[in-house]
């Protein structure tokens, strides 16, 4: 996960606590990751970040699936929603909060 945030964010401060190894994990022990992170997170923001920032799209599209249509029916009331399945819901906008926003309340 930490490579791929390097690549989406460049400049990103990331640590990694543990390390997939196909079906298996190596972690470090939970008092030394508190230690690490407390570090990692003094070490980011000592620096400057603002080059970290993601630029953000113009605009963004919520797709969300459900597994009853039910659920989409009843959250298709959410004001800006499209219904455009049975089980299907959209939601566009500018402001990536609203996104967010709607999250909270359909998903």
């Given at each position: 996960?930490?490579a791929e945030a390097?690549?989406?964010?460049?400049?990103?401060?990331?640590?990694?606590?543990?390390?997939?190894?196909?079906?298996?994990?190596?972690?470090?022990?939970?008092?030394?990751?508190?230690?690490?992170?407390?570090e990692g997170v003094?070490?980011?923001?000592?620096?400057?970040?603002?080059?970290?920032?993601?630029?953000?799209?113009?605009?963004?599209?919520?797709?969300?699936?459900?597994?009853?249509?039910?659920?989409?029916?009843?959250?298709?009331?959410?004001?800006?929603?499209?219904?455009?399945a049975p089980r299907?819901?959209?939601?566009?906008?500018?402001?990536?909060?609203?996104?967010?926003?709607?999250?909270?309340?359909?998903?």
């Amino acid at each position: 996960m930490c490579a791929e945030a390097e690549v989406a964010v460049p400049g990103i401060a990331t640590l990694a606590t543990s390390e997939g190894f196909g079906p298996a994990t190596k972690s470090l022990v939970p008092a030394a990751a508190v230690i690490a992170i407390r570090e990692g997170v003094e070490k980011a923001l000592s620096g400057n970040y603002n080059n970290s920032l993601p630029i953000l799209a113009g605009e963004f599209e919520l797709v969300v699936e459900y597994t009853n249509p039910t659920d989409a029916y009843r959250n298709s009331w959410y004001p800006g929603m499209e219904h455009i399945a049975p089980r299907t819901l959209r939601f566009n906008a500018q402001d990536y909060f609203e996104i967010q926003r709607a999250i909270r309340f359909v998903v």
